[in-house]
């Protein structure tokens, strides 16, 4: 058998290779875990965000006359910039982290990320003011904007084409295992008594980010990598030999080269490329992907789930279990994920988990509506099944939304504007991963209940969507994947001159 059609076969230099460069999913995970916790923390409050600090003190005696505010408690903006500042400089890192990971190849925009990402958890962990909080979480944006562009490419490249799924899905798992680490860090010290528990938390950041560092020193560079930076073959023949382990390699890197040439052949263009009519399908997933990965609704629970149990009435502690339970779950899920999307598929998980997420938001918001008739007062059953409401939820995007998120765009693009279309979706996510995290906390002031079937109802749009306009990539070797839209029922329609349109950029 061919061995593009075979895909080659899982060797320990390419498991190796790819846990070490999933680490830019741990540090991703981590800060979204840790930011959620540390704001939930009393002693954090009081020295960062007094105001906020006071209200909560008096939310807890205002609760004893079954008053409605504390829906309203974490509405600060100033707070809320706390979190959501790392992707704005995120968003600015990943366009440049293009040009990085192009001319230079995925290992120099890993290390930059694990560099940028190590001094900005120092500088969190030290933080004697805002300012430096803020500046600490710009610095942790560039870290994760240069990994979140470059490890994504870097897994699907290294992967086999059967075992692509499963190893491209490493990376969701490791922002899985980030995010529950995360947990149980903010769980544990926030029992510290003198109240600094907080500073640990952030800068035990520095952990996953300097193994991330290190490590990138010592990776490959991928295949693909090597022929679009130096021109190198024989350098790439020999890297695709090791990473397969098999000899048989010359039709994978026949498509390396023929994609390298069409690659080169409109190396100037840039973002550009992504502008011509036979990118049209890939433009359009590059924004939708990223923005309805967003609007599941997942950063309600994996910013504010402390925040939303405490509003169910669970106190700091509680509250911090309940995210570390639902944190577990989310792992578990992903790693079942890792385990099936190469046998079953890309579709079918979105839809299972699409359909679950639905079902979940639904009731969890129906609950809330109870609460609100009842005062705001919701009863310890009510509460209990919120835990375990949000924990389907969380299972549902665990193996659908989280790591198809990522698997997806990574697989889907041409090599030629892979880099680019890599960069604008993770820019895209930034964009609107900052614009949910500002608009949460007042949605939830506003609507309380109506925030989960407003992102219920993007749920579903989405499922739709997803069922009608994507191509199922499963097996398919990844320099082949373009063909794929060519045959799509809709999309077909639009690239069936890609060859004729190709050949005439080229000339021209």
Sequence with gaps: ????????????????????????????????????????????????FPKVYK????????RSH????????????????????????????TLLASSVTRSWGRKPSIFLGGVSFLVGSALGGSAQNVAMLIIARLLLGVGVGFANQSVPLYLSEMAPARYRGAISNGFQLCIGIGFLTANFTNYETQKIKEGYGWRISLATAAVPASI????????????????QTTGDVRKAELMLRRIRGTDDVQDELADLVEASSESNSNAQ???????????????VMAFAIPFFQQVTGINVVAFYAPVLFRTVGFGESGSLMSTLVSGIVGTVSTFLS????????????FLVGGLQMLVSQVIIGVIIMVAEVRDGVVGEGYGYAVV??????????????????????????PLEIRSAAQSVTVAVSFVFTFAVAQSVPPMLCKFQAGIFFFYGGWVAVMTVAVQ?????????????????????WFWGKLTRKRDFQGTTSVNN
């Excluded at 320990?12 to 790819?18: D, L, T």
């Excluded at 829906?71 to 809320?80: A, K, V």
């Excluded at 290190?214 to 022929?227: A, K, M, Q, R, V």
């Design 1 to 48: 058998m061919a061995a593009s059609e075979s895909g080659g076969k899982i060797t320990y230099f390419v498991v190796a290779s790819c846990v070490m460069a999933a680490m830019g999913g741990v540090i991703f995970g981590y800060d979204i875990g840790v930011s959620g916790g540390v704001m939930s923390m009393g002693p954090f409050l009081k020295r960062f």
């Design 55 to 62: 209200l909560e003190e008096e939310d807890r005696i205002r």
């Design 66 to 93: 079954n008053n409605k505010n504390h829906y309203c408690l974490f509405n600060s903006q100033l707070l809320t910039s706390f979190t959501s500042s790392l992707y704005v400089s995120g968003f600015v890192a």
């Design 212 to 227: 991330l560092t290190l490590g990138s020193l010592f990776l490959p560079e991928t295949p693909n990598s090597i022929i």
């Design 269 to 283: 263009h840039g973002f550009l490329n992504l502008l011509q009519r036979r990118y049209r399908p890939e433009l």
């Design 338 to 349: 890792m385990l099936v999307v190469d046998r079953i598929g890309r579709k079918t998980l």
């Design 388 to 413: 375990v409401l949000v924990c389907v939820y969380v299972a549902g995007f665990g193996w659908s939304w989280g790591p198809l998120g990522w698997l997806v765009p990574s697989e889907i693009f």
């Design 468 to 488: 009608l306009f994507l191509p199922e990539t499963k097996n398919v070797p990844i320099e082949k994947v373009a063909g794929l839209w060519e045959k799509h």
